[in-house]
Nanobody, 119 residues
Framework: QVHLVESGGGLTQAGGSLRLSCAAS????????MNWYRQGVGKERELVAG???????DYALAVKGRFTISRDYAKHTVDLQMTSLKPEDTAVYYC?????????????WGQGTQVTVSS
C-alpha cells in the first residue's frame, strides 16, 4: 500500500503561481512513477504531468511551459509548480503513484486538493 497526502493549492488570480506538494508513505520502494491529475467541474479527469523514477517527465499540452513537476526521491515527494495560471486551470488536483511490486501494478490516488484561479 502507498499512501499519498497532498498539500498546497488554494485561490489565486489569473497569472499567479501556486505550488502543490505530495508526500508518499508506505511501500514507497514500489513506486515507479508519480503524477498529477486534475478534474474540473463537468470535465473528465486528465493527466497533467508525470515523472518516472528514471527522471522522464511528461506534460499535458495545456500546461507545457507553465507547470513543472519535480520529485525528491529521498523524501518520496512530488511537487507541481504552477505558473501563469489561467481560470481554466481551476480543478481538483490529485497526486498519484504508480506502484509495481509483488502482487502486480497498482495505481494509488491522493485525496485531492482544490486549485481555483479567478479571472
Amino acid at each position: 500500500q502507498v499512501h499519498l497526502v497532498e498539500s498546497g493549492g488554494g485561490l489565486t488570480q489569473a497569472g499567479g503561481s501556486l505550488r502543490l506538494s505530495c508526500a508518499a508513505s508506505g511501500d514507497t520502494i514500489c513506486i515507479s512513477a508519480m503524477n498529477w491529475y486534475r478534474q474540473g467541474v463537468g470535465k473528465e479527469r486528465e493527466l497533467v504531468a508525470g515523472a518516472t523514477n528514471g527522471g522522464t517527465t511528461d506534460y499535458a499540452l495545456a500546461v507545457k511551459g507553465r507547470f513543472t513537476i519535480s520529485r525528491d526521491y529521498a523524501k518520496h515527494t512530488v511537487d507541481l509548480q504552477m505558473t501563469s495560471l489561467k481560470p481554466e486551470d481551476t480543478a481538483v488536483y490529485y497526486c498519484t503513484a504508480d506502484s509495481d511490486c509483488a502482487g502486480g501494478p497498482r495505481h494509488y490516488w491522493g485525496q485531492g486538493t482544490q486549485v481555483t484561479v479567478s479571472s
